[in-house]
């Protein structure tokens, strides 16, 4: 699958060089997302138990250590997107724990 907007990871993972579970953590998403070639939310539950559908869209938060990842995944073109990365408080405060919200970020951002 190609993983497009990457460098979102790999700016994160740069301001947190000093944690090597979160580095190493990013590092093993990057590498699934890259090898596999999902085509149902179950083939990504397998893969990944931490994915969590978002949207119906194909968006999905993914925890990475104490940090959550929002990746749009578009199967139709084996293409995955990171859309956002930040510390769990980050989210909280952004998406209120609520899908609405999270509908919304992705509709003001134009992803929806």
């Known amino acids: ?13 740069l301001k947190n060089q000093g944690n090597l579970k ?3 953590a990013i590092d093993q998403l990057i590498l699934t997302i890259e090898k596999k070639n999902w ?11 931490d994915a ?8 999905y938060f993914f925890d990475i250590n ?19 990365a930040g510390t769990h408080d980050d989210y909280e405060r952004i998406f209120k724990n609520t899908k ?3 509908k919304k970020y992705l509709s003001d951002n134009c992803w929806i």
């Not at 699958?1 to 993972?13: A, N, S, Y």
């Not at 085509?39 to 138990?49: C, Q, S």
């Not at 969590?52 to 194909?58: A, L, M």
Request: aromatic share 4%; proline share 2%; glycine share 2%.
């Open 52 to 59: 969590d559908q978002i949207h119906t869209d194909g968006f």
């Open 66 to 84: 104490v940090h959550r990842t929002l990746v749009l995944i578009q199967l139709n073109d084996n293409e995955a997107t990171v859309v956002w």
């Open 100 to 102: 609405n919200t999270v």
């Open 1 to 13: 699958m190609r993983l497009t907007r990457k460098e979102v990871l790999l700016k994160l993972k």
């Open 39 to 49: 085509k149902t939310k179950e083939e990504i539950k397998t893969d990944r138990p």
């Open 22 to 24: 979160l580095c190493k």
